[in-house]
């Protein structure tokens, strides 16, 4: 809807009914849940070995009173001690780094973009490699560039003298 308010356009008010009934999150042990039913989330490999894209609610997505950071954060840590990095995906790094900086974990948000496992890997052509059969995968080149630049544009890189980040021409929305 923000982007509606900025070209000066109405937001239409099927947007707004839409927006106003969604679901809370679902959370179970202070923690969000990958799924209403998912009450098994952080114990069954089934959930332990997909997307962690329930840290995408705060580092994909604007930031919106439905999340709690505090939960955020406690999930955040939950998802990186339990996780099964092997099975992820390359765009899944850069999500977690994205949740990471959105809490202020600047370092983890480093971390996770530059964790050494399979389809993490950036060939010498810039190619994000999942593995021999698929050794070009945008979504992890993108994923990069788009948590790369909202640091950026964030003032989110570490600030203990370890990074001197410089960017130009990035705006934050």
């Avoid at 042990?29 to 098994?40: A, H, K, N, Q, R």
């Amino acid at each position: 809807m923000e982007w509606k308010k900025r070209l000066d356009c109405p937001v239409p008010q099927s947007w707004k009914e839409v927006a106003e009934k969604l679901a809370e999150l679902p959370v179970r042990d202070s923690v969000y849940l990958f799924t209403e039913d998912g009450i098994d989330s952080y114990r069954n490999d089934r959930f332990l070995s997909d997307h962690p894209a329930v840290l995408g609610c705060l580092g994909m997505l604007p930031e919106t009173e439905k999340v709690d950071r505090e939960t955020m954060r406690r999930t955040f840590n939950r998802v990186t001690e339990r996780w099964n990095w092997s099975s992820t995906w390359g765009w899944d790094y850069p999500m977690v780094a994205m949740t990471a900086a959105e809490l202020g974990l600047s370092g983890q948000a480093v971390r996770f973009l530059m964790l050494d496992t399979q389809k993490n890997t950036y060939l010498p052509n810039g190619h994000n490699c999942q593995d021999g059969r698929l050794t070009i995968y945008l979504p992890g080149n993108g994923g990069l560039l788009t948590a790369v630049a909202r640091m950026c544009t964030g003032n989110q890189f570490p600030v203990d003298g370890t990074w001197n980040v410089r960017w130009e021409n990035l705006k934050d929305f």
